[in-house]
């Protein structure tokens, strides 16, 4: 029998407070950089609150981290082996937009990443939470329209793309069913 998986956002929860102390930031601070309320960040850090896709951005940002690492911090175990059934998968509670570690959690400089995108669903993320890595995209299932700064990207089952530099993003899923995709990131 599988022992159940872990709480991501307990261990969210804690790494960023850990950044947020280690930076020696009060909750005002972090509130000024990110543009997220002092409030919300506070109900993060106690587990009263599981923070969005878009929120998570903006704090990783503000850490001058990209929002992969800060996943990645939260997650890290050593390990070398990473089993479907223990893969850390966070689920956005605004969205519906489902993030699940494949790689081992163990810090390396490469990640992958599967990204269900429900249909209907954008997510947004400012320039910050693409810093500091290289990205590659990679469509499994259905059509993700992927907006870089002024370009547009149609893509379908199977296309791949690598990122550019840093700029603001959006992921959407303007069709009827689940976009199911890979993001390869490999650190700077």
Same mark, same amino acid.
């Given at each position: 029998?599988?022992?159940?998986?872990?709480?991501?956002?307990?261990?969210?929860?804690?790494?960023? =407070?850990?950044?947020?102390?280690? =930076?020696?930031?009060?909750?005002?601070?972090?509130?000024?950089?990110?543009?997220?309320?002092?409030?919300?960040?506070?109900?993060?850090?106690?587990?009263? #609150?599981?923070?969005?896709?878009?929120?998570?951005?903006? &704090?990783?940002?503000?850490?001058?981290?990209?929002?992969?690492?800060?996943? #990645?911090?939260?997650?890290?175990?050593?390990? =070398?082996?990473?089993?479907?059934?223990?893969?850390?998968?966070?689920?956005?509670?605004?969205?519906?937009?489902?993030?699940?570690?494949?790689?081992?959690?163990?810090?390396?400089?490469?990640? &992958?990443?599967?990204?269900?995108?429900? #249909?209907?669903?954008?997510?947004?993320?400012?320039?910050?939470?693409?810093?500091?890595?290289?990205?590659?995209?990679?469509?499994?299932?259905?059509?993700?329209?992927?907006?870089?700064?002024?370009?547009?990207?149609?893509?379908?089952?199977?296309?791949?793309?690598?990122?550019?530099?840093?700029?603001?993003?959006?992921?959407?899923?303007?069709?009827?069913?689940?976009?199911?995709?890979?993001?390869?990131?490999?650190?700077?």
């Amino acid at each position: 029998m599988n022992s159940p998986l872990p709480d991501p956002s307990i261990a969210i929860a804690s790494r960023l =407070r850990i950044e947020r102390e280690a =930076r020696g930031w009060s909750l005002g601070d972090l509130a000024e950089k990110s543009g997220v309320s002092k409030a919300m960040i506070s109900k993060i850090e106690r587990c009263e #609150a599981s923070p969005t896709a878009t929120i998570l951005g903006r &704090l990783s940002g503000a850490f001058g981290l990209q929002l992969s690492m800060l996943l #990645a911090l939260a997650e890290r175990t050593g390990e =070398r082996l990473s089993r479907a059934q223990t893969q850390s998968v966070w689920v956005d509670p605004e969205t519906g937009y489902e993030r699940r570690v494949i790689s081992p959690r163990n810090g390396t400089m490469l990640e &992958l990443v599967q990204v269900t995108l429900p #249909a209907g669903v954008r997510v947004e993320y400012p320039a910050s939470a693409f810093a500091f890595q290289h990205q590659q995209i990679w469509v499994l299932d259905g059509t993700l329209t992927f907006e870089e700064g002024e370009a547009t990207h149609v893509l379908a089952q199977g296309d791949c793309l690598q990122l550019g530099l840093p700029t603001a993003c959006a992921f959407h899923n303007k069709e009827d069913t689940a976009c199911v995709y890979v993001v390869a990131l490999i650190r700077r």
